[in-house]
């Protein structure tokens, strides 16, 4: 699995419309919980399935970016934060230690 760097509007829109699933993760480069969270979703990832998109947000580069997320998918700005969405809505908003790879996939197979 590889990250997809979140850093234009037009990405958000592009995800927005597109159909199925996709996941997006807001990072903090300066905050150890949040590379943690990172690092344990890494481990776990290989269990989304391989053509699923997956998207990176650095919040300290792309604040404005993390913003419009909130607002495009109708979520409270956390950090970090994992948002899967589908068709287009967010179905699932989890932060900190709750972000679960497997909760995740568990909506996905359901």
């Not at 589908?86 to 197979?109: F, N, P, R, T, Y």
């Amino acid at each position: 699995m590889n990250w997809t760097q979140l850093e234009s509007p037009e990405q958000l829109n592009q995800i927005k419309q597109q159909q199925g699933y996709s996941l997006i993760f807001k990072h903090s480069t300066r905050c150890s919980i949040s590379m943690m969270a990172k690092k344990r979703f890494e481990l776990d990832w290989d269990a989304f399935p391989a053509d699923m998109p997956l998207y990176f947000l650095d919040l300290i580069r792309y604040r404005d970016i993390s913003n419009q997320v909130a607002q495009l998918f109708q979520v409270h700005h956390e950090s970090p934060q994992m948002l899967l969405i589908k068709d287009g809505e967010c179905i699932l908003d989890q932060s900190h230690g709750g972000i679960s790879v497997d909760e995740a996939v568990g909506e996905i197979v359901a």
